[in-house]
């Protein structure tokens, strides 16, 4: 049964002049990155591919499971993710907390996709005002879809 992939190196970076991460959770010994590490990289020319697995929580793990060797992990300071609140966040919940149901198993922060994605890019140098952009357009669908199943306005989210 020959080995269909003829390169010999099983963890193979396509391009060493990019910097492969996964947004995803690091632990024990996989390979993982930060942010900081990332934009100090970007300073110097490197370029960043940043991928992202929009799933529940448990379609993601086997995603992720699949990925190869050389994709590390970034993980995000909780801090990171509520960047539109400033320096002490006024609320911690989703964006999309309306529209879920629970008992997924949710992250340390339990934001959505988009959210996490969007604190990653804006860690990397992406305009508050973009960011705050795309994610107000996620906003609205989360109120688009609100109405559409029925309901008059989006609840009240709990502070904390």
Not at 26 to 33: L, N, Q
Not at 74 to 103: C, H, M, N, T, Y
Not at 127 to 150: I, N, Q
Request: hydrophobic share 35%; proline share 11%.
């Amino acid at each position: 049964n020959p080995n269909p992939n003829p390169n010999p190196n099983p963890n193979p970076n396509p391009d060493p002049s990019t910097d492969v991460v996964v947004l995803w959770p690091a632990r024990g010994d996989e390979p993982s990155t930060n942010l900081a590490e990332l934009r100090e990289g970007m300073a110097q020319g490197r370029k960043v591919v940043l991928l992202a697995v929009d799933s529940t929580w448990r379609g993601a793990r086997r995603m992720v499971g699949k990925l190869p060797p050389h994709v590390k992990r970034l993980s995000i300071d909780e801090s990171a993710f509520f960047w539109r609140q400033g320096d002490v966040p006024e609320q911690k919940d989703s964006i999309l907390s309306p529209l879920r149901s629970r008992g997924d198993g949710g992250g340390e922060a339990d934001v959505c996709t988009a959210e996490a994605v969007l604190a990653a890019l804006h860690g990397l140098g992406l305009p508050k005002a973009a960011a705050s952009d795309c994610l107000d357009l996620v906003g609205r669908k989360v109120e688009l879809t609100w109405r559409y199943r029925g309901k008059d306005r989006l609840p009240e989210m709990p502070k904390e």
